[in-house]
């Protein structure tokens, strides 16, 4: 048996509903992929460079 697998469209990407708790999630060829959020210390870097 093969499984077939259904990859979302950017429509329908943009209409699935956020995630709670500061989880991201983005589009990679057609997968969806969800990230955790960004530590506190990576932010603050960020906002210093």
Same mark, same amino acid.
Do not use: A, N, S
């Given at each position: 048996m093969s499984?077939?697998?259904v990859l979302p469209s950017v429509d !329908?990407?943009?209409?699935?509903?956020?995630p709670a708790?500061?989880?991201r999630q983005e589009l990679h060829h057609g997968e969806?992929? !969800?990230s955790p959020p960004v530590a506190a210390l990576h932010t603050m870097i960020q906002k210093r460079l």
């Open positions: 499984v077939t697998r !329908e990407f943009v209409r699935l509903p956020q708790g500061g989880i969806l992929v !969800e």
